[in-house]
């Protein structure tokens, strides 16, 4: 559903993704991992048509990034890091906006509107001005524009940055409800949230792929059994091989 073809992307002399490869199918949740500056966002970012890769292409649902742009955007749901919304509309006004701008049927915007609601749990607060929300909600109505238009792929990155321990539960609840009829990408710093979450895990570090496995297998590498020491073991290798 969803393949990675050799990224590549460079900021004048810093090699910021260099040759990324990876597939995920339909029914998989996939953990998309990496220290800062690894080229996690810039990855994601390529996927999502936003940022034009050196090198390489994606295919969404059998379209591609780069020669078939909106028809591999219309089948894929975007979360940014940060993503921006209108801080002066209500979250309905602002899922009406996108529900237009997605050019989705007459007839079904307002049960999809609805559902993208309900599933991240913003009813709440849907008459209230998005500059208004906390850090959270902001998060949950970014989560329900990625999700309105029910699209095939999910590419989330830190889906449950700001929430609190209750909103983050609803959000692996809601994940491992869409899971089995979408590919989803889920990039987060939260290791412990990851074997909750994801089936697989890849590890990017210095824009290369140093691990792609389960979390379980990536765990084993490590002498205590845990993802954040197999995580550190990883990262620490590839800084070593690069001095």
């Known amino acids: 559903m969803l393949d990675v073809?050799?990224?590549?992307?460079?900021?004048?002399?810093?090699?910021?993704?260099?040759?990324?490869?990876?597939?995920?199918?339909?029914?998989?949740?996939?953990?998309?991992?990496?220290?800062?500056?690894?080229?996690?966002?810039?990855?994601?970012?390529?996927?999502?048509?936003?940022?034009?890769?050196?090198?390489?292409?994606?295919?969404?649902?059998?379209?591609?990034?780069?020669?078939?742009?909106?028809?591999?955007?219309?089948?894929?749901?975007?979360?940014?890091?940060?993503?921006?919304?209108?801080?002066?509309m209500t979250p309905p006004e602002f899922l009406r906006f996108?529900?237009?701008?997605?050019?989705?049927?007459?007839?079904?915007?307002?049960?999809?509107?609805?559902?993208?609601?309900?599933?991240?749990?913003?009813?709440?607060?849907?008459?209230?001005?998005?500059?208004?929300?906390?850090?959270?909600?902001?998060?949950r109505v970014g989560l329900a524009g990625a999700i309105l238009h029910d699209p095939p792929v999910l590419v989330l990155d830190e889906p449950t940055d700001g929430l609190d321990p209750n909103q983050k539960r609803a959000v692996r609840a809601l994940i491992a409800r869409m899971a089995p009829t979408k590919a989803i990408i889920i990039s987060t710093h939260t290791l412990t949230e990851v074997?909750?979450?994801?089936?697989?895990?890849?590890?990017?570090?210095?824009?290369?792929?140093i691990a792609d496995d389960t979390p379980a297998g990536i765990a084993r590498r490590s002498e205590d059994g845990t993802l954040e020491s197999a995580f550190a073991r990883l990262t620490d290798q590839v800084e070593d091989e690069t001095q």
């Open 98 to 139: 996108l529900a237009e701008a997605r050019a989705l049927p007459r007839a079904g915007r307002r049960d999809a509107i609805d559902r993208a609601i309900a599933d991240a749990r913003i009813s709440t607060v849907s008459h209230q001005r998005i500059g208004d929300l906390s850090k959270g909600y902001r998060r």
């Open 5 to 88: 073809r050799a990224l590549e992307k460079s900021y004048g002399a810093k090699h910021a993704v260099r040759g990324v490869s990876f597939t995920v199918e339909k029914g998989t949740v996939l953990g998309f991992l990496g220290p800062n500056g690894a080229g996690k966002s810039t990855t994601m970012r390529m996927i999502a048509g936003v940022l034009e890769p050196d090198a390489g292409d994606v295919i969404v649902d059998g379209k591609s990034i780069l020669s078939d742009r909106r028809a591999a955007q219309a089948a894929l749901g975007y979360l940014p890091e940060g993503a921006p919304l209108y801080n002066d």
């Open 195 to 209: 074997p909750a979450m994801c089936h697989r895990a890849v590890l990017i570090d210095r824009g290369r792929i």
